[in-house]
């Protein structure tokens, strides 16, 4: 087993932290805008993540899961702005 670096666990920390207070922002609102960008930014956040893995366990298949991740997340943050703007899918 390989082991991860005190730097890794760092930034994952750090990375943590950014979820906590994006899940803030997504359960105060005030908007609905506001929580989809809070949501989008969990997304974010958790796409570099997996690329950190990826980087600390010397593994490519969390890269590629997180490039298809971060497609489908683009997609719904599309297709919700669009709902909201009133648009019909």
């Keep these: ?31 609905t805008p506001d929580r989809v960008v809070g949501l989008d930014t969990v997304n974010t956040v958790v796409i570099v993540g ?7 366990y010397r593994e490519v298949i969390y890269i590629d899961v997180a490039i298809v991740y971060a497609l ?5 943050t599309l297709f919700i702005a669009k709902y909201l703007e009133g648009g019909r899918f």
């Design 72 to 76: 489908l997340s683009f997609i719904s």
């Design 50 to 56: 997996m690329v950190i893995f990826g980087a600390a």
């Design 1 to 31: 087993m390989i082991e991860i670096g005190m730097e890794y666990l760092t930034i994952l920390l750090l990375l943590f932290i950014t979820i906590i207070l994006a899940g803030i922002r997504i359960i105060k609102g005030p908007t």
